[in-house]
């Protein structure tokens, strides 16, 4: 039903889309080891890891954008639990820039979102995607991808 | 004096960023730059710069995690706000044998050709299982010779791979009365091998062949792969065929050196067809290294058979049991076995499976082996990351497919002087000049489990845990 509904969404335009939404999720490798556990459904996901969430700079949340991804996923530790105290404190600054930058060139900042995740939660971190994925449903794929 | 023997490297860029082991965590908020004495201007390998440039080339969002591990930015930032830590995705490389550090290490040698130095100094165990239960005696290393092994001392890494004449005649004015026996010698105790797995395309293959052509040594190739394009190459191929085969492929063996024929019931007849096909070819047989190949190599050793060539698992170990042994004993087992017999000169044995760095080449040597075959590393030389998504059907990661001949070429050809560079080093510093005097030559190493055995086994007595740690 999502699905259908995302597919509509893109066909807007009247070009045939008929392409999986595919959402980069940049995830520090303390919060989630690996994204493979979130493979499987009708959708593609692009795991980048990191050793920690604050080395993920602006240019690479909108590389993402521009290497096609309809919506970004970060996943950071929850406050206070991050390995190198302030790292995912960063991110969220670097996130809230980057979400302003979004809705200046058109492309919307509501793609990108932060979430904090308890070491190891794979189910919150698919519960994330299917949601990232439902709201793909009401925006539509990106015009940049 | 003779021309000296050696390799030569050329750079050649890795296609993919390499997966580094550090990475550089600025993980607090509050630098503005206002010290004005950023460490991120002073680093010496250029990290911080290097990273900069890529932002504005790199086509979908990638780290570059090239980081020496140095420490400097982290001792003096004024702020204190870097960290090093590890790259997930290094942690993931490879597996228990072919660690990640063994991968880089191997790409850093196939893109410079030189000897890999490690910035951070060993952190690893003392000893460990396997080729790192061996120490060679680098006791001569406190005498180098004024220029050293790469100036004007020679020291000879060739090897032969076909019989030899086991004794000359002269005449009375001392001329050489026998008849000279042709000999088949390659410039260094390694020989190269087509893999087992990974993306084995025309061009992969023929980089391979390429670069065995350049250094001088032999490729080991199954006889359906060769195409008319390996021709500039057929010197260095060594066709491998089977007794049911090898009657298709005798144009193949009329053009060829050496052959390798898989063991198996009814060898002799198939020797003698090969010898039919062509009097002059060296024939390679190529069996399992299992508890049988010992004594295997003695029935073997008196036909007319020049060279074993055993493969082990891709672990360096015995294949065919439950409870393998390393490759390290197993060479000895094979060797000391013809030793016994007074038939080791005889015949050569080559040696596959498992070796992984330069110095399992040396190891290999001082356990008896004449020469090792290389396969994966001929892969990693290549970029590869040994994920074996191929046997999966995936995509490549690093699109081997799509490897160009002269850079393949290159940097199998670096990845070669490296080692070269690294055995001579390593028989300089042991005091051996020829690769042939270092076959089963273990006076020239030391191994953990002898030493421990003799200095705390009088204590403590017989070592009632397996393994080493």
Redesign the interface.
Known sequence: MVMEKVHRMSNKGGAAHTRKPRITVFHCFTALEDTASLEGGDYEIQGIKMPCSSISREVFLLRAFEAGADAVVVLVCPVNSCRYVQGNIRTEKRVTRVKKILDEIGIGGHRLNMFNIVQGDEAAARRIIEQTVAELGEWGLSAAA | MPKKYSIHAHKTDPRFPPIGKY?T?????DCAGSCRQCVKKRCVFHIFRDNFTH?ST????E?LYTCKSCYRCVEECTKGIF?L?????YR?LGDDYWKAGIINSTWAQAHTGSIPVSGAGYRGPFAAEGFDSIWTDMSEIVRPTRDGIHGREYINTMVELSKRPMRLRFNPDGTLASEEAPVLEIPLPVVLQQPAFGVLSKTVLLAMAAAASSVGTLLFIKAEEYTPFFSPYAAHLVPCVTKDTYARYADLIKGSRMVEIAYGPGLDEALSGLKAINPDLFIAVGLPLDSAAAGRAGELARTCVDTLHLTGSDYGREVGTDNPRHLKDMIRDVHLALVGNRIRHRINLVFSGGIALAEHVAKSLICGADAVGIDLPLLIALECRLCKRCTQGKRCPVKLEAVELDWGKNRIVNLLAAWHNQLLEVMGACGIREARRMRGELGRSMWFDDLERDSFGPVFGKRKVTGIG
């Not at chain 2, 965590?25 to 908020?29: L, T």
């Open positions: 990475a965590v600025e993980f607090r908020e932002w790199m086509s979908e969002p780290y960290s830590a590890i790259n997930p995705e993931t």
